[in-house]
């Protein structure tokens, strides 16, 4: 059965305006600067869960005498220039003459070799002879300059009569514009979601010295009352460093930056050109492959239960017993806490005893039961651009069901993209992308219709 309503909004963006890119790269030496000839490949790994900045790597070609006499030299001050250019496809020429984007990184070769292979001829080893004589093709890691420098950095601070908002954004910002006179590429802005509301102000917090400055929202979660209790993202992206909940599926209606993906079934328009819809904070993707939607929540429950306990501190002075003087008990009411992220229908309501058994940091222990709740759903978006998601970029998922649009809400968790050139050969300029996208989804439908 055709869902009319659904390829409607697909075909939308399927015959929006399309933007192909050619990929350029220019490294960036103390004595000087040597172009790519032709890049091959180009990767990114996003992990917005467990990972503070994305893995970026490049296969490119050089000329095996700037490989030898610039670029492994300068192996341990390198750096990388990755610009990406509107092209005409059909044409095989730039737009224009200025990038569309462009990304500075730090470089670090993979193979650390200096090029003095047998294989090199005499010639070809003489830093005078024509660099068209031979090639070589190098992988190379890229390191975001932002996320370089601020990785670096340790903190500490003490803070009192405040909350833990306050602290993360002040803290972080304070340190960000402190880095940023050492190097401007640091001088990135602060994107924070709010912060639960039942995390109270505490009259005092401090954080130690040795603390790594990408590593403080991470210790306000765990070790000062916490933050989220869907999960901790903390995540830089380019310009900008995002504090947010990882977990938390009901963010999509609260903002106008976010992603739609339509998710059709079958070879739904191969040949399309255009994939994706870029409109004032709105992505919508359309992706036309296999798909994967798996319940983790089941063998979560089963394994680690459906909720979790602990012993309240601020309680255990206070109500541990109950009862009048002469029949006092141990009054486990008074002084446990317990969560349950839902029920099963089998009746197998398991909370059992966190791996901190006296706190009361509420928000991280409902944080470690919270993917509980939820499922995975991965699919295959191609002619992608993956620039455009961002850090815990609320999702919303639409897809066909016996004709009818069934719609889950989520957050994106993971994207990891690699583009490569559409045909062979060193003229070939234009390249696409496809990317892989790992979203967390409620367990049941937000609606279907």
Same mark, same amino acid.
């Given at each position: 059965?055709?869902?009319?309503?659904?390829?409607?909004?697909?075909?939308?963006?399927?015959?929006?305006?399309?933007?192909?890119?050619?990929?350029?790269?220019?490294?960036?030496?103390?004595?000087?600067?040597?172009?790519?000839?032709?890049?091959?490949?180009?990767?990114?790994?996003?992990?917005?869960?467990?990972k503070?900045?994305?893995?970026?790597?490049?296969?490119?070609?050089?000329?095996?005498?700037?490989?030898?006499?610039?670029?492994?030299?300068?192996?341990?001050?390198?750096?990388?220039?990755?610009?990406?250019?509107?092209?005409?496809?059909?044409?095989?020429?730039?737009?224009?003459?200025?990038?569309?984007?462009?990304?500075?990184?730090r470089?670090?070769?993979?193979?650390?070799?200096?090029?003095?292979?047998?294989?090199?001829?005499?010639?070809?080893?003489?830093?005078?002879?024509?660099?068209?004589?031979?090639?070589?093709?190098?992988?190379?890691?890229?390191?975001?300059?932002?996320? @370089?420098?601020l990785? /670096?950095? =340790?903190?500490? !601070?003490? $803070?009192?009569?405040t *909350?833990?908002?306050? +602290?993360?954004?002040? #803290?972080?910002?304070?340190?960000?514009?402190?880095?940023?006179?050492?190097?401007p590429?640091?001088?990135?802005?602060?994107?924070?979601?709010?912060?639960?509301?039942?995390?109270?102000?505490?009259?005092?917090?401090?954080?130690?010295?040795?603390?790594?400055?990408?590593?403080?929202?991470?210790?306000?979660?765990?070790? @000062?009352?916490?933050? /989220?209790? =869907?999960?901790? !993202?903390? $995540?830089?992206?380019? *310009?900008?460093w995002? +504090?947010?909940?990882? #977990?938390?599926?009901?963010?999509?209606?609260?903002?106008?930056?976010?992603?739609?993906?339509?998710?059709?079934?079958?070879?739904?328009?191969?040949?399309?050109?255009?994939?994706?819809?870029?409109?004032?904070?709105?992505?919508?993707?359309?992706?036309?492959?296999?798909?994967?939607?798996?319940?983790?929540?089941?063998?979560?429950?089963?394994?680690?239960?459906?909720?979790?306990r602990?012993?309240?501190?601020?309680?255990?002075?206070?109500?541990?017993?109950?009862?009048?003087?002469n029949?006092?008990?141990f009054?486990?009411?008074?002084?446990?806490?317990?969560?349950?992220?839902?029920?099963?229908?089998?009746?197998?309501?398991?909370?059992?005893?966190?791996?901190?058994?006296?706190?009361?940091?509420?928000?991280?222990?409902?944080?470690k039961?919270?993917?509980?709740?939820?499922?995975?759903?991965?699919?295959?978006?191609?002619?992608?651009?993956?620039?455009?998601?961002?850090?815990?970029?609320?999702?919303?998922l639409?897809?066909?069901?016996?004709?009818?649009?069934?719609?889950?809400?989520?957050?994106?968790?993971?994207?990891?993209?690699?583009?490569?050139?559409?045909?062979?050969?060193?003229?070939?300029?234009?390249?696409?992308?496809?990317?892989?996208?790992?979203?967390?989804?409620?367990?049941?439908v937000?609606?279907?219709?």
């Amino acid at each position: 059965m055709r869902n009319a309503r659904l390829e409607r909004a697909a075909q939308r963006v399927l015959d929006s305006s399309s933007t192909q890119f050619g990929i350029e790269v220019t490294f960036i030496t103390p004595n000087g600067s040597v172009k790519g000839r032709r890049v091959l490949e180009f990767y990114s790994t996003a992990d917005f869960v467990s990972k503070f900045t994305t893995d970026f790597d490049i296969l490119t070609m050089v000329s095996l005498v700037d490989y030898r006499y610039k670029i492994y030299p300068n192996r341990d001050n390198l750096k990388a220039l990755v610009q990406w250019f509107p092209i005409d496809s059909s044409s095989n020429k730039y737009l224009s003459p200025k990038p569309l984007y462009a990304d500075t990184y730090r470089a670090l070769l993979f193979d650390n070799d200096d090029g003095a292979t047998a294989a090199a001829s005499a010639l070809s080893a003489k830093q005078e002879t024509n660099s068209l004589d031979e090639e070589r093709v190098i992988k190379v890691a890229l390191v975001e300059i932002a996320s @370089e420098s601020l990785s /670096y950095k =340790n903190a500490q !601070g003490t $803070f009192r009569y405040t *909350d833990n908002q306050n +602290i993360v954004e002040g #803290f972080i910002a304070s340190q960000i514009k402190q880095e940023a006179q050492l190097n401007p590429a640091a001088n990135v802005k602060l994107e924070m979601y709010p912060i639960d509301e039942v995390v109270e102000k505490r009259d005092a917090v401090t954080i130690p010295i040795k603390t790594r400055l990408v590593d403080v929202p991470e210790f306000m979660q765990t070790k @000062e009352g916490g933050l /989220y209790s =869907n999960g901790l !993202g903390s $995540f830089i992206q380019r *310009d900008t460093w995002w +504090i947010y909940p990882v #977990f938390d599926t009901s963010r999509f209606t609260k903002t106008t930056r976010r992603l739609k993906i339509i998710q059709m079934s079958g070879p739904y328009a191969p040949m399309a050109e255009q994939s994706w819809l870029y409109e004032n904070g709105e992505l919508t993707v359309v992706c036309t492959t296999a798909s994967k939607m798996q319940d983790i929540s089941t063998s979560a429950q089963i394994n680690n239960g459906t909720g979790t306990r602990f012993i309240k501190a601020s309680e255990m002075f206070n109500n541990t017993t109950g009862g009048d003087p002469n029949k006092e008990h141990f009054n486990s009411e008074g002084i446990l806490a317990e969560f349950q992220v839902g029920k099963r229908d089998d009746g197998n309501n398991i909370a059992m005893f966190s791996d901190v058994a006296i706190t009361d940091n509420i928000v991280n222990e409902y944080s470690k039961i919270a993917f509980r709740k939820g499922q995975i759903f991965i699919t295959i978006w191609q002619r992608s651009m993956a620039r455009y998601v961002y850090p815990g970029m609320p999702m919303r998922l639409y897809y066909d069901k016996d004709g009818q649009t069934m719609v889950y809400d989520g957050v994106v968790m993971q994207i990891d993209e690699q583009w490569k050139g559409e045909s062979k050969g060193m003229i070939q300029k234009n390249m696409i992308a496809t990317a892989a996208i790992y979203c967390f989804i409620n367990k049941e439908v937000t609606r279907n219709g």
